[in-house]
């Protein structure tokens, strides 16, 4: 189910200065572990069209940045869980140590406590009062001995679970960091959005889902047509904006399900779940017409582009290496088209979803 799309509200001229203020503190702000938002160039100070296209871009981000970051740090905690219960099994016996310790002595005390009251209650024989006040002096220093031996284990065992909590923090520290460092490593630091390895890593759990619940899914590659052109036009900032301006405008037409990356220079990558070819093809054209509908700000001026894109629906037993050459190859297709233009065919009706679930924006 798709995420309705705020409609984008444009900002009286005299508040256009203090939204632009407002989004620089907000990115100034932004977690690092959420990478950065393709944010477009901000406008000038008198363009409220410019400026609320940057606030949507950022509000269509924020919608999503944080979604596929469980998936990535389930890798990461599944490692840290064997060290987590390994130090739980070690508190849970050091818990039955110091209940063992404290039973010991008790039961010690308990017994010497008994033998010396009977001792003392008893009529000794002539002779024998002093060998039985010998045996009650030694039996009450061996159980202050042992009540002296316990404390000292008692205290070694508190000392033990002050150091497991305190490990026991530190891991929780160390998996924050990691969680981090593993999420800014899946990033592609110009447009914000996942990169070419956490695209690898989503595929193979995507296989995985579809080939268990025997749903389809489809990967959509897009690049921007003769990008070179631009680069050599108006310079290789201006490319960047494109795709930085693409990489966000794609977001506010995809669902918060599908998964958008960078896959490689100038071509991105979508994975459509639950999604067959036919509204694949609808989410394919929703990305070329954001990209045409409108000539991108640049440095200096403005870009017309276009996009193209090629459709590969996931069959069961496909490699992540096959499916990725199928959309390759239907991404050239387009490129022979002339560009603006979306390849590839229809395989396996029978693991189609209905049109009425096509994606919408």
Known sequence: MSVPTPPVLRPPPEAVPFVQELLVQLL??????????PLPPLPDQTDPGGCAEAVQAVLAWLAVAPDGLGLQIEEMEHRFSGLREDLDRLEDHTRRLIR??????????????????????????????EFLASIDHQLRAKAEWDRREADGILAQASGLRETLDLVRARVGQVEAVTRELRSQSLRDPLTGLWNRRALDDRLVEEIARSERYRTPFTLVLWDVDRLEEVNGRLGPEAGDRVLQT???????????????????????????????????????????????????????????????????????????????????DALAEAARQGGDWTGGAPVLPDLSVPESEAVTA
């Not at 702000?29 to 938002?37: D, E, H, N, V, W």
């Not at 070819?277 to 394919?284: D, F, K, L, T, W």
């Not at 000539?295 to 870009?303: E, F, I, K, L, Y």
Request: net charge positive; hydrophobic share 40%.
């Open 246 to 328: 693409l990489a966000s405008r794609s977001l506010q037409v995809l669902r918060r399900s599908d998964f958008l990356a960078r896959f490689e220079q100038d071509t991105f990558a979508v994975l459509l779940p639950n999604t067959g070819v036919g509204p694949a093809r609808i989410a394919a054209g929703k990305i070329c017409r954001a990209a045409a509908d409108e000539p991108v700000a640049v440095p200096g001026g403005t870009a017309e582009v276009t996009t193209s894109a090629g459709i590969a629906s996931w069959t069961p037993g496909t490699s992540p290496e096959v499916l990725y050459a199928r959309a390759r």
């Open 100 to 129: 063992s310790v404290r039973s010991w002595v008790e039961d010690g005390e308990g017994f010497s406590h008994a033998l010396s009251d009977a001792i003392r209650g008893a009529c000794p024989e002539a002779g024998h009062g």
């Open 28 to 37: 100034r702000r932004m977690p690092a572990f959420l990478g950065r938002p």
